[in-house]
DNA sequence: CACGGCCCCGCATAATTATTCATCCTGGGG
DNA sequence: CCCCAGGATGAATAATTATGCGGGGCCGTG
């Protein structure tokens, strides 16, 4: 296991699960096979620029960086869209479209930068994005569009639990 | 010293100078004649919502991931509309509020409180609002007002319903 | 005034995360 | 083949952050 292939886990896993703290991540690597130390993590996660954040009153997360970050290029912005678009419904002139809890916020950003024709604008929560399009035929397109990026790969099941 | 108050100062420095540990956060509010111990400032991190971010190379960064303020005036509010009303987009009787990143949620807040006619309710995320109005006419109606508000002075002559 | 409930805080300490140091590989030269 | 440089990693440990507990202050009630 090589430590380019090592990372691209880790942040596939922090997409789909909430990690509040780097042993419960180790624990999460070892069962998809991938045995590494703390001390190893920690450098992963600096290298990834993943950060922590506090949700309210409780418990803390590890995020991928999100929009906030100067970091974000298009290879970035497009793993968003790939890896953490779950999934795009449609109404009226509304796209929603579902995310990995945490994730909504990054996957916003990266369809407002990605300027698909007819986006008025987005919105997101924690899991859920709310895009709003100009019109019904375009919100459609919108969909088309996001699902044949997310068919093109990105494996999502490399571990176990949702959180939501 | 007030707790709130605390706060608010905490805010302040976050946004003037980087910090990377709660110790140096510590000293600095010492230094603004503030004294409290690092478990105090780590609970206020806490319902500050405030994130740690590892940039690039080497250091950390603790960064406020919304509005500064949690205890806003009307006052201050109708700054944010002032301040912080990037762009305005109708759709339909929607209308679509850009903010610098995250200053959603107190634009929102801004515009419930001002009670322009029309509002039936908010959602805000990171650095987007998404106005829900009772008809495009309002919905309209509603953008000439914000952006002149934002081209001039603040307007007092708001109305109307708001929900939340 | 006494009492109970709350909230906020500091102290001490637990829990978590970052770093230092020693290895172990790997890939060139020489 | 031998040696060196650089990168990655684990083990141990330092540094940082979170928290259990108890105390103190501040109401509102009886």
New binding site residues.
Partial sequence: MN?SR?LTLVAQLLGGKRFS???ELVKALARAGV??????L??D??SLGVL?R?DGEGR?TYELSGPAVETLDRERRLLDLKAFVNDVRVAQNLAIVRTPPGHANGVARAIDLAEFQGVMGSVAGDDTVLVVMQDAVLARKLKKRLDAIGATGVDHSANGGSAR
């Avoid at 045995?35 to 190893?40: F, L, M």
């Fill in positions: 430590r090592r703290s780097q042993e045995e590494v130390t703390q001390a190893t920690s450098r996660l600096r922590k506090h803390a």
